[in-house]
Every structure is written in structure tokens, then in C-alpha cells.
């Protein structure tokens, strides 16, 4: 992987959207994010052939922009249609579990300590997302606020290892979560409910690019 493909990277689901998912994904696509990973989760949220007819619709989009589609969590799902990989928790299996199952795709991993940075990077994870930077709504079982600190620390240890901040980014914060040493940030209300998606993605391209 690139660390670079990390710079703008939009994450969605059907219920972070206020319109047809389908049509942010295009707008955000056109405003030019580097990454999208489809993160379908909450009450309403799609499941079984429905969430898979979904992923595939929004894969072909990422396909036909040659933009990096990571499905959030489902491994079997991210196995099932080929996606370009996959972003896993604490939760989830390690890194080198999930890497055999998904055979030379991205694996992203979620870390909150030095602790967790330090077993994804063993474990062989592609990328770490770390958060939440700043407050933040869309997730409610976060840890807690942690700043920019935490990347810095990481950046400072493994200079060479990708990194993206995740939480409360906006076009106002993002280049404070740069300039820390993140290779990137992971967006999901700054772009799927902004009134032009496309606009704020260009406007995280020029912070983040
Ligand atoms: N993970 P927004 S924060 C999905 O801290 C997610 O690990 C987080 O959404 C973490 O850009 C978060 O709307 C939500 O704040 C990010």
C-alpha cells in the first residue's frame, strides 16, 4: 500500500448519509479522495444481500475511479467480493488472521496506545486509524478524546509506518492532524454531510495531498 492513497479517506455508510450513498461516494470522488471505506453500521443499517448488493455498487464506483474500496469489520464479506481490504478492531482478529484470509489486500487496524500501535505494526497491519482526535458524534462507544498527541508518539517511533487520524476531522482541524505526522485523515460527517460533498473533499485535498 501506499501511504500516500491514505490522504483523503472518506469513510460511509448508508446511515451517515442524507442522500443516495451511491451519489456522495461519486460527488466525493470528483472532489478527489484517495481511499473510501464502506463502514455500513447503527440502527437501519443494512445487512445480509442488501449490504452486499451495496458494497458491490459502491466497489464498482471506487473500481471505475481506481480508488482503494475497504469494507469496515465484515472480513467475509470484504473476502467474499474482493475488496481491495479491509479495517479491523481491537475487537476483530489480528492482523495476521485476517491478512491470510484476504490474501494481499490492505489491512487497517484501529489502536488508542502505544501498545496497540506497536501489535498491529508486529502483526503486519498495511495502516493504523487512530482516534478519536477530536469529539465526535458518529461513534458513541469511542475512547476518549485523545488530540493529536498519540500520532506524534507513533510518527516519532515508526517515522515510516502510515498513519491516519480518525474523529471530528474537518476542513478547519485537518491540518493540525497533518502536521502531527499523519499520513493522512479519515473523514466521515465533514464529507458525507457537507451540503457539497465534492467541495469539501477538494478542500481536504489541498490540506492533505
Ligand atoms: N472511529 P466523524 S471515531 C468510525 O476513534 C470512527 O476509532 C473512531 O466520524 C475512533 O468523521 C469514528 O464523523 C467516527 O467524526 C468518525
Redesign the pocket.
Known amino acids: 500500500m501506499n501511504s500516500e492513497q491514505l490522504a483523503v479517506y472518506f469513510?460511509a455508510g448508508t446511515t451517515?448519509c442524507l442522500k443516495p450513498i451511491e451519489q456522495i461516494l461519486q460527488e466525493a470522488i470528483k472532489g478527489g479522495i484517495t481511499m473510501f471505506q464502506f463502514?455500513e453500521k447503527g440502527a437501519n443499517a443494512k445487512t445480509g444481500e442488501e449490504k452486499k448488493a451495496l458494497a458491490l455498487k459502491l466497489q464498482s464506483i471506487c473500481r471505475s475511479a481506481d480508488i482503494p474500496f475497504i469494507v469496515n469489520d465484515d472480513i467475509d464479506l470484504a473476502v467474499e467480493i474482493e475488496a481491495d481490504g479491509v479495517h479491523i478492531?481491537q475487537e476483530d482478529e489480528a492482523a495476521s488472521v485476517v491478512r491470510e484470509k484476504i490474501k494481499g489486500g490492505i489491512v487497517g487496524v484501529?489502536v488508542?496506545t502505544m501498545e496497540e500501535f506497536e501489535k498491529a505494526v508486529a502483526d503486519g497491519a498495511d495502516y493504523v486509524?487512530?482516534?478519536?482526535v477530536?469529539p465526535?458524534?458518529?461513534?458513541l462507544d469511542?475512547?476518549p478524546v485523545a488530540g493529536t498527541v498519540l500520532i506524534q508518539q507513533m510518527k516519532n517511533q515508526q517515522p515510516s509506518f502510515p498513519i491516519v487520524g480518525?474523529?471530528?476531522?474537518t476542513v478547519q482541524n485537518a491540518a493540525e492532524v497533518m502536521k502531527a505526522g499523519a499520513d493522512g485523515v479519515?473523514?466521515?460527517?465533514?464529507i458525507?454531510m457537507a451540503k457539497s460533498p465534492e467541495a469539501a473533499a477538494a478542500r481536504f485535498v489541498e490540506t492533505c495531498k
Request: hydrophobic letters at 25%; proline letters at 4%.
Open positions: 469513510i451517515n463502514r478492531g484501529s488508542h486509524g487512530t482516534g478519536p477530536y465526535t458524534a458518529t461513534k469511542t475512547r480518525i474523529g471530528g476531522i479519515s473523514v466521515i460527517t465533514a458525507s
